[in-house]
């Protein structure tokens, strides 16, 4: 039973290229989280997926940054015209579906991440 | 907006003292979720807790969840080097999950 994959583990962009993080959720969840880490500090919520849809998305930036998850395929976080300060840790996580959730709370899976720097 | 503030931000103990972080809410909380993130690594789930009131053990290791649902603590005794790392709480209101900033614990051998 696979983890949270996530891909490439390490990813070098010049500044003013794209970024694309994948995340493939456990096997069995439909919900994925994105956060994202800087150096020495804590984890920043983004955005909470569902298939085909965007369930919260306040913690992304309002510009360059989006996120989905399509019906078929894993979940994608696009990063465009990249900047120093987007150098990051990103790491996705994923739960199963929201039924449970509501019922108790359901604990999120985290991916190893995927660092990302900008020269 | 809702916030989950954690202290200390950094602690240094002595290996075999102890070691608490606490974890305090602005809303209640659905659950309240504990992560333990190893240096270069990801955060991994350590517990769960979901009642007011209620205490978990795993060996070392004690959480609290306070009785108005929006606060928490972890408590390690005997603090061993494998003990290194960043523990992070993360509470739950509707289906938001937002994570404290975590506290850093450092072993003084």
């Known amino acids: 039973n696979a983890g949270v994959m996530q891909n490439p583990r390490h990813l070098v962009r010049r500044r003013g290229q794209e970024a694309r993080l994948r995340c493939s959720p456990m096997?069995?969840?439909?919900?994925v989280y994105w956060y994202r880490q800087l150096p020495e500090e804590g984890l920043k919520f983004m955005v909470y997926?569902?298939?085909?849809?965007?369930?919260?998305e306040s913690g992304m930036p309002k510009e360059r940054f989006s996120a989905e998850f399509p019906k078929e395929g894993p979940s994608i976080l696009r990063i465009q015209q990249v900047v120093r300060g987007d150098s990051a840790a990103y790491f996705c996580?994923?739960?199963?579906?929201?039924?449970?959730?509501?019922?108790?709370?359901?604990?999120?899976?985290f991916g190893e991440g995927s660092w990302l720097t900008v020269v | 907006g809702q916030q989950v503030m954690q202290i200390p931000q950094y602690q240094h103990v002595q290996e075999g003292e102890d070691f608490t972080t606490y974890c305090n809410s602005s809303?209640?909380?659905?659950?309240i979720q504990w992560y333990k993130q190893r240096p270069g690594g990801h955060p991994v789930f350590l517990i769960q807790?979901?009642?007011?009131?209620e205490v978990k053990k795993q060996k070392r290791l004690t959480f609290q969840f306070g009785e108005a649902k929006k606060n928490s603590s972890l408590h390690i005794t005997a603090t061993q080097t494998t003990d290194v790392g960043t523990y992070f709480c993360?509470?739950?209101?509707?289906?938001?999950?937002?994570f404290g900033k975590g506290t850093r614990l450092h072993i003084l051998p």
């Open positions: 996580a994923s739960s199963p579906p929201g039924g449970q959730a509501i019922r108790g709370g359901n604990t999120i899976y």
């Open positions: 096997k069995g969840h439909s919900h």
């Open positions: 997926l569902q298939k085909e849809n965007i369930i919260d």
């Open positions: 809303t209640t909380l659905s659950n």
């Open positions: 807790l979901v009642k007011s009131g």
């Open positions: 993360a509470g739950r209101r509707d289906d938001k999950i937002i």
